[in-house]
């Protein structure tokens, strides 16, 4: 089993094998709704922009299931919502990232690759942290995804080289994308 | 006019709107998922598809729900 085995479907219903991206660098992660409290689409988008050339692409996979666990928004927090498809990358079919329904992919995916806790540095890890052991404790709980913007990294031969949590920002990725291209 | 740039369910764009209703100011809303041309126009004044943008003249521009630089904007 490898990631070219998996077939997923576009946002416009079509569906598409992972292997048309084999040979490319990967970054797949899971979206969240618009008004999700860290809206990583613009640096995703950078990202792409920056490095699409060489054979990078970032693969979007909105999942809407950690709303009702947002953390309480205060000063600090951004209060502003990011049109959705602002992005110019690939979006899929919304679904499920984690749980029974989760896709396939995902499943794999988080089995590559474990979780190894938040980045602390990060603004929001505490806040996100209570809020998960408040409102979701079982989200807690295994490898599975934890919340919006979890990223994976996939190198040119399929690879799953990196996973990175929502407290680490798209940008702070470059470096690992560059020695993969 | 004031300008809005919006999109549905954003709490944020709620708040603008009921600060600025608040305060009697006259408002368009434009919503970015519905109205592309609006979409166009909200990218051209921030660089972004970030909402909600309020404006009057297209040039000064506050992103997000943020009182103390609306009013500054807005001259309150």
């Known amino acids: 089993m490898n990631i070219y085995d998996f077939t997923v479907k576009t946002n416009k219903g079509i569906e598409k094998s992972l292997a048309d991206y084999k040979g490319e660098v990967l970054l797949i992660v899971n979206t969240a709704s618009k008004c999700g409290f860290t809206p990583q689409y613009k640096e995703l988008q950078e990202l792409y922009m920056k490095y699409k050339d060489q054979g990078f692409t970032v693969l979007g996979f909105p999942s809407n299931q950690f709303a009702g666990q947002e953390p309480g928004t205060n000063e600090e927090v951004a209060q502003f919502c990011q049109y959705n498809y602002g992005v110019t990358f690939p979006l899929f079919e919304k679904g499920d990232v984690r749980g029974e329904n989760a896709q396939p992919l995902f499943q794999y995916l988080t089995e590559q690759k474990k979780f ?7 603004p929001i890890a505490s806040r996100l942290l209570g809020a998960l052991q408040e409102k979701s404790p079982k989200f807690l709980d295994g490898d599975s995804i934890k919340w919006n913007f979890t ?9 799953v080289s990196g996973r990175y ?12 994308i560059e020695k993969l291209l | 006019m004031v300008k ?4 549905s ?4 764009c709620d708040k603008v709107k009921k600060y600025l209703k608040a305060k009697q100011i006259d408002f368009t809303e434009y919503n970015i998922e519905e109205d592309e ?4 126009m909200c ?3 921030s660089g972004d598809l970030t909402v909600p943008v309020t404006t009057i003249d297209g040039k000064a521009f506050v992103v997000s729900f943020d009182k103390a630089k609306l009013d500054e904007l807005l001259g309150l």
């Open chain 1, 116 to 122: 190894k806790g938040f980045d602390s540095a990060h």
């Open chain 2, 43 to 45: 990218y051209k004044i």
């Open chain 1, 151 to 159: 990223k994976f990294l996939v190198a040119r031969d399929g690879t």
């Open chain 2, 37 to 40: 041309a609006a979409r166009d």
């Open chain 2, 4 to 7: 809005v740039y919006s999109i």
């Open chain 1, 165 to 176: 949590e929502p407290t680490t920002s798209p940008l702070q990725m470059a470096g690992d």
């Open chain 2, 9 to 12: 369910n954003c709490p944020w």
